[in-house]
């Protein structure tokens, strides 16, 4: 069986919860990413995505320059941990309705990102029925 530490994405910069939205967009850019994991010190806070920053924040008329990103950040996110394998992260992002997810070490600590599209082009299983539950409406 394959397992998350297989196929995840490792060296993942963080961002931190009082950094600015325009420190967060700026980062997003440099890296080539939509979304980074929020930390608190090292402890995983939560997750920011560019849409967070637009829709949460620019549209609300928040200033980038002095916003946060705990103003906009999902606070409630899911993680997995990298000795799991790619068929209990699918069921579980299927369930979730996410794309990606943070993984921890067993100090809680960021050590990874896995995203539907690893698990797609870097091992054999289907996500196809992973995308079916993602993309389902709520």
Known sequence: ???????????????????????????????????????????????????????????????????????????????CRADETVEQVLEQMGEQQVRRLTVLDEARQVIGIVSLGDLATRQDGHTDEALREISEPD
């Open 1 to 79: 069986m394959t397992r998350i530490s297989d196929i995840m994405t490792r060296d993942v910069e963080v961002i931190q919860r009082d950094d600015t939205l325009q420190h967060a967009a700026q980062r997003m850019r440099a890296l080539d990413v939509g979304a980074l994991p929020v930390c608190d010190g090292k402890a995983l806070a939560g997750m920011v995505t560019d849409r967070d920053i637009a829709v949460r924040g620019v549209a609300e008329g928040m200033v980038p320059q002095e916003s946060r990103v705990s103003d906009v950040m999902t606070e409630d996110v899911r993680w």
